[in-house]
């Protein structure tokens, strides 16, 4: 499995914001969990990218990455919605995504991952990915007791 952050590179030029390396947990009961932390350059504004909000969830296809073809690719993009971005005369909100695949058609086939949910931290998130095949929401217990 390979799971990547993507960052929109206007994000990173506009705005200054320094990205760390994904933390990735594999857990006993098979969940995966992947944290993420960001720092903005220090301004009036920083507050701005206190915490990101869920955009869009996609899975299924390939793609070409780093000269290696993945498979079953799963994206989960977040937003600043605070933070635009201008590129040509036109605003969008800044955004990044956390991509989870398959090395090979045989991994895509034996084990698949699907989002799960994902908490905020002050500047970072933790997103969840749960085995493709589990639905015991039933005996389901809290990952954070708030």
């Not at 590179?9 to 944290?35: A, D």
């Not at 070409?64 to 993009?77: A, G, I």
């Not at 034996?110 to 931290?121: A, D, M, Q, S």
């Amino acid at each position: 499995m390979k799971i990547f952050l993507q960052v929109d590179e206007e994000l990173e030029q506009q705005h200054k914001v320094q990205f760390s390396e994904p933390v990735i947990m594999v857990h006993p009961n098979g969940f995966i969990s992947v944290q993420l932390d960001w720092s903005p350059q220090p301004s009036e504004e920083s507050y701005k990218f206190k915490y990101a909000s869920e955009r869009w969830v996609s899975s299924g296809g390939t793609v070409t990455w780093k000269d290696q073809k993945l498979w079953n690719v799963r994206t989960v993009s977040f937003e600043f919605p605070d933070v635009k971005i201008t590129l040509e005369d036109v605003d969008y909100d800044a955004f990044f995504d956390i991509v989870f695949a398959a090395n090979s058609e045989e991994e895509w086939m034996n084990t698949t991952w699907r989002f799960l949910h994902f908490v905020n931290t002050k500047y970072g998130l933790v997103v969840w990915f749960a085995p493709q095949d589990w639905e015991d929401w039933t005996n389901a217990k809290p990952f954070v007791q708030e």
